[in-house]
């Protein structure tokens, strides 16, 4: 049987030192399988986004293991963890992080630079897909500002989904949206992954949108209970 395109084995991570030390995630172990699409629910505070930057490398543990797709996060070099995100990972925030300066195209297309495998040529092509994907394709040339909440959004994620990593992580990606728009935002993230066979682990304190999900895990105090 393959392993899990996900694995987390004993992992905690703390900030701060001493007697200030605060335990944002405590004991974690946690299998996700390629294709799977979980959701982690729980109160502001209680570890969620933690456990997803840890997941996706952003974030190193104090101690334990995270495996992606069966290599050790926690064995790499700062130096070579870019790479690895690169192949391995897409990720959705909040707060969109467009840069304003560049249009819908070139945020996008700017996650492929720079590259020695990909032509210029095959990079518009890619570019070009993702956003027809999100139904962006018309709007490539305006700038953020130019773009509502809920169409930055689908920019983020076709920037996300460039690349076409296995894995998927969104961080609230409804948080700064009104429910109607936040409804259609998940809706592309799930059947854009459904097509694509894509992992997907979304953080979020909102519970309707975990009809999205095949699993659904709580938080509290750092623990999944």
Not at 80 to 94: E, H, T
Not at 133 to 150: A, C, I, K, T, W
Not at 167 to 174: A, H, K, N, R, S
């Amino acid at each position: 049987m393959a392993n899990p395109i996900i694995q987390l084995e004993d992992v905690n991570k703390e900030f701060g030192r001493g007697k200030k030390t605060v335990a944002a995630l405590r004991h974690i172990n946690l299998d996700i399988e390629q294709g799977e699409f979980v959701a982690v629910v729980g109160p502001s505070g209680c570890g969620k986004s933690t456990l997803l930057h840890v997941m996706a490398g952003l974030e190193q543990p104090t101690s334990g293991r995270v495996l992606l797709d069966a290599v050790d996060v926690t064995l790499i070099g700062e130096r070579d963890l870019p790479k690895l995100r690169g192949q391995k990972i897409g990720f959705v925030f909040q707060a969109f992080l467009l840069i304003e300066d560049l249009t819908a195209y070139e945020n996008v297309e700017a996650v492929l630079w720079p590259s020695e495998e990909l032509t210029k040529e095959k990079q518009e092509q890619m570019t070009l897909e993702v956003l027809r994907e999100v139904d962006m394709l018309e709007r490539r040339d305006h700038f953020p500002r130019q773009m509502s909440g809920g169409e930055q959004q689908r920019v983020a994620i076709a920037r996300a989904l460039v690349n076409r990593p296995p894995i998927l992580f969104c961080d609230e990606p409804t948080g700064n949206l009104d429910s109607k728009i936040g409804e259609t935002i998940m809706k592309y993230i799930s059947d854009l992954a459904r097509s694509k066979g894509m992992t997907v682990v979304l953080v979020t304190h909102n519970e309707s949108l975990t009809k999205f999900a095949q699993r659904v895990l709580s938080m509290k105090d750092g623990a999944i209970r």
